[in-house]
């Protein structure tokens, strides 16, 4: 059974929309991008399973199938932020095929001390990975020539202290993790959230000229945003709650 719908945006992302009914996150691969056996680049793997018990990640990895690429040929995990819904299946990359993975300094910080335990609060287990690189806010250059990908890294915490979100300029793509949703914005309730830093986080992205929005989640509203009004009709409408 896949749960995951593959929406193919731009020259190079494929995302992962998670339909499934317990939660996960949206996945999304830049396919053969880095030199090496290992070319793809995955953002936020999701969970293992879910609190209803669906593979999550046997689904995304079967998704992936479906459209040519490989879990085993995945050379880089990047985690928007240290949440079990989008990193807990890092590990699993990481084993499969020695992928490196990445987060910002800050979130890493974040879950070594306080972020872990939200692994044990949902009855899983925390992923033993070690970033390889951390996160900074700027350029992130990935490939080599023909396939680059330059991401442009936006520290914006408020959901969690040390959250990311990816912009491709030339496709005009966000990547907002849980900062901003169709609709609505991260939850500020957990350990770690601060509304103020939210409001602050959801400013910055919006004033990028975004053809897409990927959000971490969909939501009754809908899941990826399409269309510059659209998008920046979004950011107005979610202001309003922050
Ligand atoms: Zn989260």
Not at 67 to 73: E, L, N, Q, V
Not at 89 to 96: C, N, T, Y
């Amino acid at each position: 059974m896949i749960y995951h719908n593959s929406v193919r945006l731009g020259a190079k992302s494929y995302c992962y929309v998670w339909q499934g009914r317990g939660n996960n996150c949206n996945a999304i691969l830049w396919p053969s991008v880095l030199r090496g056996a290992c070319p793809h680049v995955l953002v936020d793997p999701g969970h293992i399973r879910n609190e209803l018990g669906e593979p999550c990640f046997d689904s995304l990895t079967q998704a992936m199938e479906r459209d040519g690429f490989k879990m085993d040929d995945v050379g880089l995990v990047i985690g928007t932020h240290s949440h079990p819904d989008h990193i807990e299946a890092a590990e699993l990359v990481v084993e499969k095929s020695g992928a490196l993975f990445t987060l910002s300094r800050e979130e890493d910080e974040f879950y070594r001390t306080i972020g872990k335990m939200f692994f044990q609060a949902f009855g899983g287990k925390p992923p033993q990975v070690n970033p390889s690189f951390y996160l900074k806010e700027g350029d992130l250059s990935l490939g080599a020539k023909n396939s680059k990908v330059t991401v442009k890294v936006f520290l914006t915490p408020g959901h969690s202290p040390g959250s990311v979100s990816l912009y491709l300029e030339e496709d005009k793509i966000l990547i907002s993790g849980d900062v901003v949703f169709a609709g609505s914005i991260g939850r500020t309730d957990f350990p770690g959230c601060s509304p103020s830093l939210l409001r602050k986080s959801i400013d910055k992205l919006s004033q990028l000229d975004v053809e897409y929005l990927v959000s971490g989640h969909s939501t009754e509203a809908g899941s990826i945003v399409a269309g510059k009004d659209k998008v920046k009709r979004n950011f107005y409408t979610v202001k309003i709650f922050v």
